[in-house]
């Protein structure tokens, strides 16, 4: 069936690829997390001469599985593979091809008519399995299996892909690696141009846990030290593109251990490393946590110059960095949301001086940090799994100086109401910073189905909610692109313009606007 798009009401336009408008059920929801039923296949794009635009910015890009490169959308999911998405006129987008895959999707990065997808877990083609992960470099003006140009099989799992240029770093776990002194962390350098996917430079290191900062001109391999409670440090070059991209350089070892899910960063002046430090090994609620600063410069020496104590922050983390501030909140999960979660602003502008600028207590629990200027918006849960569970944003004012007590903040949601905010980037700001679009699935209990959609929330003059749109499928990602919030899902784009929204607050319950 070839895709089709139709127009919805001026708010929303969705283009639905596995169901005829006509039909009935054209509008109908998957579960919270349920996989649609899949598409049938895109047709193949007219056969061309695929081109590779060289080494892209010369910036680093790290792992998403989104990509907008010119007027083309690509989504690496898990129930389709990689699917390109036209949307030169945004308001009618069309799926124009996709290239299956098996197994979980770990990033997507685009080069011209070339794509390089990572994909933990995979199962090969011809339904041996691989337990590992696979590098594949595809041809997206002819996706699909003939699509492929070029894969590299890794005997292990992914953490972690970031590409400056043509060269491609990867960190992953060797399979199987567990000794008596623990597993293995390997990054790997490639050199990617279209065709050809070639290695040219591996670390390996003893430890668990592994995470990886990338800067302009090094990288950082953090990982739990075999054997003890401390946190192994090893520098590298990155070199250039016509320079062999790994130049191991020096390493550091210091007590702790770091916080899952929470990675290493290079301070803006890619000279200083930030690294979250649980004091702890296992970082139990309430215990203590450090920011600890790295000086790199002498880069076959590194060492601590500053280590900023934060009392009783222990337990989950989430943590996000804009450049000039890190922001750390308890990640205590959906089902705490009848609990106070505290929100910490760490001012790193001269990062060998970090100093916490802002200790705030938010109500319900946080699973996303959004910066905005001089405001940070946190976006959770609140209620209970027995009481209802809804959607809750909160807005920090963390200028200079200035601590707020009771934030302001918003919820939305009825009975049963989640968010896929907790993935990096899922949630979109507008260029002017007026609109706020968060992904949602929630339980209609009048139709007693699951319905999915993007709640706008206005930013000005104040936080307020405004309006739900409808999507299909289970949203994992909203972007703004030409004037629109884009919501990304396994089965389509739903399209909703911010500037067409007409109703008011008291309009915006969910069962009633949806």
Known sequence: MTPKAWQLPPMVAVCLLACDPSSTDAQAESPIGGAPAAPAAAPVLQEHLATFAGAGTGKTEV??????DGDRLYFLSEDRGLVVFDVTDIDHPREVGASPIAGSPAGVFVRGDFALIAVA???????????????????????????IRAEVALSGIIRDVHVIGQTVFVLWERAGSGTADG??????????????LRETGEWTGRGADAALAVGATRVVVARRA?????????????????????HQRGSL?????????????????????LVVVCRSTDCPAGSDVSIRVIDSQDADHPSPVADLTLADAGGPLLAVF????????DKKGYAHGDEDSVVRVVDVSDPSRPRLET?????????????????????????????????????????????????????????????????AGALAVDEGER????????????????????????????????????ATGWVERVLFLKGRFVAVSSAGLSIVDPDAVQASPKESSLSKSM
Request: aromatic share 8%; proline share 8%; net charge negative.
């Open 63 to 68: 792992a998403d599985v989104v990509r907008v």
């Open 121 to 147: 877990d995979w199962d090969r083609q011809d339904g041996t399995v691989f337990h590992g992960s696979v590098l594949r470099s595809v041809d997206i003006a002819t996706p699909g299996t003939s699509g």
């Open 183 to 196: 597993p293995v962390a390997v990054l790997s350098a490639y050199r990617w141009s279209g065709d050809d």
């Open 226 to 246: 075999p054997g003890v409670s401390a946190i192994d440090l090893t520098f590298a070059d990155v070199g250039s593109e016509t320079e062999p991209p790994l």
């Open 253 to 273: 070892r210091f007590p702790g251990a770091l916080p899952p899910g929470v990675e290493p960063q290079f301070a803006a002046d890619d000279r200083h490393a």
């Open 322 to 329: 804009d450049g000039k501030r890190l922001y750390l909140a």
């Open 359 to 423: 200790r705030i207590r938010v109500p319900g629990s946080v699973s996303s940090l959004v910066p905005i200027g001089a405001k940070v918006l946190a976006v959770g849960s609140g209620g209970t799994p027995e009481t209802g569970v809804h959607v809750r944003v909160c807005e920090i004012d963390v200028a200079s100086g200035k601590v707020e007590t009771s934030p302001a903040s918003v919820d939305f949601g009825e009975d049963w109401t989640s968010t896929t905010a907790a993935a």
């Open 435 to 470: 609109w706020l679009a968060v992904p949602f699935g929630t339980w209609r209990r009048d139709l007693r189905r699951y319905a999915n959609g993007v709640e706008l929330l206005r930013l000005t003059p104040r936080l307020a909610r405004v309006r739900a749109a409808p």
